[in-house]
């Protein structure tokens, strides 16, 4: 009986997804264990409809050269994974265009391309989602090898239906080139939705991206100009010691202007992809509300209904530690909108100009996405939006906000040590420290008499020990939050012992550290463990600037003149116990580098530039670790030519706030 119901439900699931699907679901199972690019024995004998051929997307003869090569294939849900035939290698633009509906069991109602099932796998990397709310996008490969296409799920055998994906690999990373040929395909395909908002992402990314190199192209053009002027021989001639001074500070005032430039660039950039990111979420709600009044019309009589109203964020009856919220949404009125209105506390807050409700000519606009900040009082907040369309029908939701000041004390040791007696010295490590120092005492507020700062004789073993191990352990109860910062020297030691499995022990340096005798004036990994887990603190983030793999240009230093393949076991031990998390500035076998441009290592720069803004891609005035290691991680392996990788280890109940923005 129930063996002739599955089928009765499955029969009804076919009918959804079209006879001919379940025709080649049936013939053809067992053998589509190639991709379909194009005509293939196995579509005609399965009696599928045929997929165009490559050569079918777009006239051979019309595809520019920086479309590098182009593939129509068929997904079945069937599939574990199958061969695009594309090859990718670092750096490389590519674009993935899907349409087309799978059923993962029976009673399924249906799934899209952006399903986190339907993944991506770039030569022996990682296995990810294609798409995440988007069916189209352009994307950067950060790996090398052949692209593979197909479905995570465990009882793939049940599964019907099918994607249909245009694949383009682009050889060039001009986005006005990218957006030129995806609005040609548009054309061609207009009622292609992966095609459709693939070009419209990558319309809008054109003309930032044309900015920010050309930004780029200047700030290395002035670099070039400095580094020249410093290299000017002044016995040949040429301007005077003080006319160079001049040029050489009119051409520094102009490389702080880029560099500024560039980073408000970076800035928009991070802002539009939030953008899209919620553009799509807010139409995929506003769909789902669409329909639901859809459904409802059918019921009631005629009549004018009132508009949608969708808030997106805060959640109802959220609790903040911050003193401000963004209120995001969407809202649509068939006959036209004709006010906006936000209440707090009973109060109407001021409506802004570029986000309020404007009539242009003698039409009212139907639709207004809202993005705002709202400043809350301290305890609870009834936050209240009114919408009226033309009508004068309106519609109102409410939430409760409770905003409560963080309590909870914070406690931070910050160590940078560049002048080691007896180690190559650094340039500036010491930056690091005092400037992370600064982000939690005047950025922050963390009290002064809370933050210990160690800088090079200061950060001797002894100190070290003694403030980790027995200030900061009897000071922190288990509600408090620790930060440990340290920028210096890190190195390794073979040890046969170590639990690792790489035959080597991992040192952090204090300043009186003897590389002839590491073991007695260094401190090994498995003590920073030992020393970390004494502390009460269930919210603990270590963060290290230092590096272990005895390579040459870095905060490292090699002892036994033997590199090793190291693995990052020692960062597991270090995060052992419960809510430690550690961010270290580059991999195992990666070198952590300073760079002078930047008077800082790569890694604190950035981390530091994240604290203070840029990583708080939701914008709600937080940043926390898991947002600032994303940010870290993009900006990093950018600005050191992909040879520094930063790493995050441990977990953390809850989101951990590492900086609050003004």
């Not at 044309?210 to 780029?216: L, S």
Request: net charge neutral; glycine share 8%; charged share 25%.
């Amino acid at each position: 009986m129930s063996a002739n119901l599955g089928r009765r439900t499955k029969d009804i699931v076919f009918l959804l997804i079209g006879a001919a699907s379940a025709l080649a679901f049936f013939s053809g199972c067992s053998m589509w264990t190639k991709p379909s690019v194009g005509y293939t024995a196995a579509a005609k004998e399965s009696g599928q409809k045929e997929e165009p051929a490559p050569a079918e997307v777009y006239p051979r003869n019309e595809i520019p050269a920086y479309v590098g090569s182009m593939r129509s294939v068929r997904v079945f849900s069937t599939y574990e994974r199958i061969d695009t035939g594309i090859d990718l290698a670092p750096g490389r633009l590519y674009s993935i265009m899907a349409k087309g509906s799978v059923f993962l069991e029976p009673a399924d109602s249906g799934r899209g391309p952006s399903d986190r099932r339907f993944v991506k796998v770039i030569g022996k990397g990682p296995q990810t989602p294609v798409f995440v709310n988007e069916v189209g996008d352009t994307f950067v490969s950060i790996g090398s090898g052949r692209l593979n296409l197909g479905f995570m799920d465990q009882d793939y055998k049940d599964n019907l239906g099918y994607f249909d994906a245009i694949i383009i690999a682009w050889q060039t990373d001009d986005y006005a080139q990218v957006a030129e040929f995806l609005q040609k395909l548009s054309e061609r395909y207009p009622n292609h939705p992966g095609i459709t908002q693939a070009y419209m992402r990558a319309d809008k990314v054109r003309d930032l991206a044309a900015a920010r190199m050309q930004t780029a192209l200047e700030i290395n053009q002035t670099k070039e100009k400095i580094q020249a002027l410093q290299q000017m021989d002044p016995k040949k001639g040429g301007p005077t010691a003080a006319e160079r001074l001049r040029q050489q500070r009119e051409l520094e005032y102009r490389l702080a202007e880029l560099t500024a430039r560039h980073a408000q660039l970076d800035r928009l950039s991070q802002q539009l992809q939030v953008e899209k990111a919620r553009s799509v979420q807010l139409n995929q709600e506003l769909e789902k509300e669409r329909r639901e009044r859809e459904r409802m019309s059918k019921i009631a009589a005629e009549g004018k209904t009132p508009p949608l109203l969708l808030i997106t964020g805060p959640e109802e009856g959220q609790q903040v530690e911050s003193g401000s919220v963004r209120l995001t949404g969407a809202v649509e009125g068939k006959q036209g909108l004709k006010s906006f209105e936000i209440f707090l506390n009973g109060r109407p807050l001021e409506a802004s100009t570029e986000r309020g409700i404007r009539q242009v000519g003698e039409s009212a606009p139907h639709r207004l996405n809202f993005d705002r900040k709202i400043q809350l009082d301290e305890g609870h907040n009834r936050l209240q939006v009114v919408v009226t369309d033309v009508d004068d029908l309106s519609v109102e939701k409410t939430l409760s906000i409770q905003y409560h000041p963080k309590r909870r004390n914070v406690w931070a040791v910050v160590i940078g040590i560049n002048d080691y007696p007896k180690l190559p010295k650094l340039k500036y490590a010491v930056n690091d420290a005092e400037a992370f120092y600064r982000l939690l005492v005047e950025g922050n507020r963390v009290p002064p008499e809370n933050v210990t700062l160690l800088t090079n004789e200061q950060a001797n073993l002894v100190t070290l020990r003694s403030t980790l191990g027995t200030r900061i352990k009897n000071a922190a109860r288990e509600n408090d939050m620790v930060i440990i910062f340290f920028a210096g020297h890190g190195a390794t030691e073979r040890d046969a012992t170590s639990p690792d499995g790489d035959g080597l022990e991992k040192y952090l340096l204090p300043f009186d550290t003897d590389p002839a005798d590491l073991y007695s004036t260094a401190m090994p990994m498995v003590e920073v463990a030992r020393i970390l887990n004494r502390i009460r603190s269930e919210r603990l983030v270590f963060i290290a600037d230092a590096c272990y793999s005895g390579a040459s240009g870095g905060r490292t230093i090699s002892v036994t003149g033997v590199r090793a393949n190291m693995t990052d076991g020692f960062l597991e031990r270090v995060t052992g116990g419960r809510g430690k998390m550690i961010i270290t500035a580059s991999a195992a076998n990666e070198v952590s580098v300073e760079k002078d441009e930047l008077q800082h290592g790569v890694f604190t720069y950035y981390l530091l530039e994240g604290l203070r803004g840029k990583a708080d891609l939701d914008r709600d005035s937080m940043i926390t670790v898991d947002e600032a290691y994303r940010y870290v991680y993009d900006q990093v392996p950018q600005a050191t030519g992909q040879e520094q990788h930063p790493v995050k280890k441990g977990t953390v109940e809850g989101n951990v706030v590492l900086s609050i923005v003004p």
